[in-house]
């Protein structure tokens, strides 16, 4: 028996995963998954019988993917915690498979525009998340001098409103004048970091605000119609110019169309450092959907039809997307009551994303696993300096896992969600996958059983921003 043969042969692992269909980049296998100190040490065929284990989880007829890297989601600590907060909001992403999420610097107030404000943010985190978090900082008008301090702490980036993000009330988060927006580029960039923007041209959207609401059309696609895919495309255009003026790399977040979509690969094929986000509402829900469900599906950018989602489905296809993540933004659920200007602008459905996106993305049109599993972990990892620590199923990785049972359709019920306010547009539809367990560094965070869930400890950690990969998507 040679030397390599005999090791292997005493290997002692903290847990084995046993007998699941492992997606790893380029191929979906049956393997056992070896972890030890919280990484994966093994990935091969029955690891059981030549190895020890203090514990094994049976994943027989299972899959086992990369935990979802949320990349948007508001928790809304310090403040607002009654919205949404640290605890629930983490036991939703993880009872939806995901393992890290990165929290954005509003609604929460202060926001996440200066240390202080970090700070505060994080000693409310302390030990109570589920499943790891990284968090980002913001861009306002008067706080480009804060960014450095921001980016010396760790924050993984920053965002920018280019329209008004909505709140009330002192200290809450601005949108950028286009000075602002200019100047914190060229400090981001001399940072090297990526700026995040909700890209939709506040000059258009206030104003057909403003005609509708005058003439007393104030419904869902009153709605719909004053947000017009033009304000994303004006707003995107804009922002590209003053990035190829300034070097800073940007991340266009939850883009609605596939117009926009063009216009950033046209920048990519420039040789601009530019990223691309889609959000689950936007590849699973249409303007039919908020017609009839009302402002329980009202998010900025609005809904489009089915025609535009179509469109979308085949830019991520076309691997013209880099990133999905759920924007997550809830609010108590009185606040979706109001008519469709006055409720809250924001999709509660963090717990659903990945279910969504395996259930139409694989099940329904046949996307390969490893394909969903990169805008959904990989890619996020890699921009976002969380690589080669997280995002794939790989040796030396952390063991952040989620394992899916791909033959169990279920329907998804108000009872079934962790987060604070159990409103959501994916109640009462049917998924064709079901997340039965998410490991995050090898510990089983959420376990879902025949008789109820079981949420264990609470060990997410806030990860720093470290230069990773350097936030290259590619090559
Ligand atoms: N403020 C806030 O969270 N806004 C988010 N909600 C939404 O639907 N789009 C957003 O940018
Ligand atoms: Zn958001």
């Known amino acids: 028996m040679g030397q390599f043969e005999q090791s292997e042969q005493f290997e002692q692992f903290e847990l084995i995963v046993r007998g699941g269909m492992v997606v790893l980049s380029n191929e979906v296998r049956p393997a056992d998954i070896g972890i030890r100190n919280g990484k994966i040490a093994a990935v091969v065929d029955d690891l059981t019988s030549r190895s020890q284990a203090a514990q094994v989880y049976d994943a027989s007829g299972l899959y086992i993917m990369p935990g979802m890297i949320d990349a948007h989601v508001h928790l809304n600590e310090p403040a607002l915690g009654h919205w949404e907060g640290f605890e629930t909001g983490s036991a939703a992403l993880a009872a939806g498979g995901c393992t890290t999420y990165i929290d954005m610097p509003?609604?929460?107030?202060?926001?996440?525009?200066?240390?202080?404000?970090?700070?505060?943010?994080?000693?409310?985190?302390?030990?109570?998340?589920?499943?790891?978090?990284?968090?980002?900082?913001?861009?306002?008008?008067?706080?480009?001098?804060?960014?450095?301090?921001?980016?010396?702490?760790?924050?993984?980036g920053f965002k920018a409103f280019m329209s008004c993000p909505g709140g009330e009330g002192e200290d809450i988060f601005a949108e950028v004048d286009e000075l602002t927006l200019y100047e914190g580029m060229k400090e981001i960039a001399r940072l090297g970091k990526v700026l995040a923007l909700h890209a939709e041209s506040e000059p258009i959207v206030s104003k057909l605000a403003k005609e509708a609401?005058?003439?007393?059309?104030?419904?869902?696609?009153?709605?719909?119609?004053?947000?017009?895919?033009?304000?994303?495309?004006?707003?995107?255009?804009?922002?590209?110019?003053?990035?190829?003026?300034?070097?800073?790399?940007?991340?266009?977040?939850?883009?609605?169309?596939?117009?926009?979509?063009?216009?950033?690969?046209?920048?990519?094929?420039?040789?601009?450092?530019?990223?691309?986000?889609?959000?689950?509402?936007?590849?699973?829900?249409?303007?039919?959907?908020?017609?009839?469900?009302?402002?329980?599906?009202?998010?900025?950018?609005?809904?489009?039809?089915?025609?535009?989602?179509?469109?979308?489905?085949?830019?991520?296809?076309?691997?013209?997307?880099?990133?999905?993540?759920?924007?997550?933004?809830?609010?108590?659920?009185?606040?979706?009551?109001?008519?469709?200007?006055?409720?809250?602008?924001?999709?509660?459905?963090?717990?659903?994303?990945?279910?969504?996106?395996?259930?139409?993305?694989?099940?329904?049109?046949?996307?390969?696993?490893?394909?969903?599993?990169?805008?959904?972990?990989?890619?996020?990892?890699?921009?976002?300096?969380?690589?080669?620590?997280?995002g794939e199923i790989a040796i030396g990785m952390e063991a952040d896992l989620a394992i899916i049972d791909m033959g169990e359709?279920?329907?998804?019920?108000?009872?079934?969600?962790?987060?604070?306010?159990?409103?959501?547009?994916?109640?009462?539809?049917?998924?064709?996958?079901?997340?039965?367990?998410?490991m995050v560094r090898g510990n089983v965070v959420y376990e879902q059983k025949p008789d109820g869930v079981k949420l264990t400890a609470r060990t997410g950690r806030w990860i720093r921003y470290d230069e990773g990969n350097g936030g290259k998507l590619y090559g």
């Open 409 to 438: 359709s279920y329907t998804l019920a108000s009872s079934d969600l962790l987060q604070r306010h159990k409103h959501s547009p994916y109640i009462g539809r049917s998924l064709g996958c079901r997340v039965k367990a998410t």
């Open 213 to 390: 609401v005058a003439a007393g059309k104030r419904g869902a696609m009153d709605f719909v119609n004053s947000r017009p895919v033009l304000a994303e495309l004006e707003a995107v255009n804009r922002a590209l110019f003053f990035a190829e003026l300034t070097g800073c790399a940007l991340h266009f977040v939850h883009i609605s169309s596939s117009e926009a979509v063009e216009l950033i690969s046209s920048a990519k094929a420039r040789g601009m450092n530019v990223t691309v986000e889609t959000c689950p509402h936007y590849l699973t829900l249409t303007l039919e959907d908020v017609v009839r469900l009302g402002a329980v599906a009202k998010c900025a950018p609005p809904l489009r039809s089915s025609e535009e989602q179509e469109r979308l489905w085949a830019a991520v296809r076309a691997g013209k997307i880099d990133i999905i993540a759920s924007d997550h933004s809830p609010c108590p659920t009185s606040m979706k009551d109001g008519d469709m200007f006055e409720a809250w602008g924001g999709i509660s459905g963090a717990q659903s994303s990945l279910e969504l996106m395996l259930d139409e993305g694989h099940v329904r049109r046949g996307i390969p696993l490893p394909e969903l599993s990169k805008w959904l972990s990989l890619n996020p990892a890699k921009r976002f300096g969380l690589y080669p620590r997280k």
């Open 106 to 156: 509003l609604n929460g107030v202060p926001p996440t525009v200066r240390l202080e404000a970090l700070e505060k943010k994080l000693a409310l985190a302390d030990g109570v998340s589920a499943v790891d978090f990284a968090l980002w900082g913001g861009l306002v008008p008067g706080n480009v001098e804060r960014l450095a301090e921001l980016a010396e702490a760790g924050v993984i």
